[in-house]
């Protein structure tokens, strides 16, 4: 958190690009912790830089193929493919419907409130999960 609002260059971007980055860091942290390898425990790691026009944040984490990576690649599949408000109200829709005390939406609101292109890459037993939205916004 504090790594995002010291930022000189996302300060100069203004409190919306802040804002959205700080979103995209701590949701995609908060899922490199939660879903890490325990058998194999590893440091979680995060960077957020801009590059070509991009405000760009990675989180890559030890992973156990398995359900998580499945879901996890599901999920991203899903954002890229439909429309991420709406998977937003569907998920609302779910929760409402059918709690279970986890709400399964913060990849879904990286990509409809902050605005960002997500992507993963599975390599070596590790996930590196991909933020990146346009500085012309």
């Not at 995002?4 to 409190?15: F, N, Q, V, Y």
């Not at 998580?68 to 599901?74: C, D, G, K, R, V």
């Not at 439909?82 to 829709?93: C, G, I, K, T």
């Amino acid at each position: 958190k504090e790594e995002i609002l010291s930022d000189e260059t996302l300060k100069a971007l203004g409190a919306d690009t802040q804002q959205a980055a700080l979103l995209a860091a701590i949701e995609l942290t908060e899922n490199g912790l939660k879903y890490s390898d325990d058998q194999q425990p590893a440091p979680v790691e995060f960077d957020c830089s801009t590059q070509d026009g991009r405000l760009v944040i990675r989180v890559r984490n030890r992973i156990q193929a398995g359900p998580h990576t499945e879901a996890l690649a599901e999920t991203l599949r899903r954002i890229k493919t439909e429309n991420p408000f709406d998977l937003y109200v569907q998920r609302l829709e779910s929760i409402k419907d059918h709690p279970d005390g986890f709400s399964r939406l913060g990849l879904i609101r990286v990509a409809y409130e902050g605005e960002f292109d997500l992507d993963v890459e599975f390599k070596d037993g590790y996930a590196v999960v991909t933020a990146a939205r346009s500085l012309d916004r």
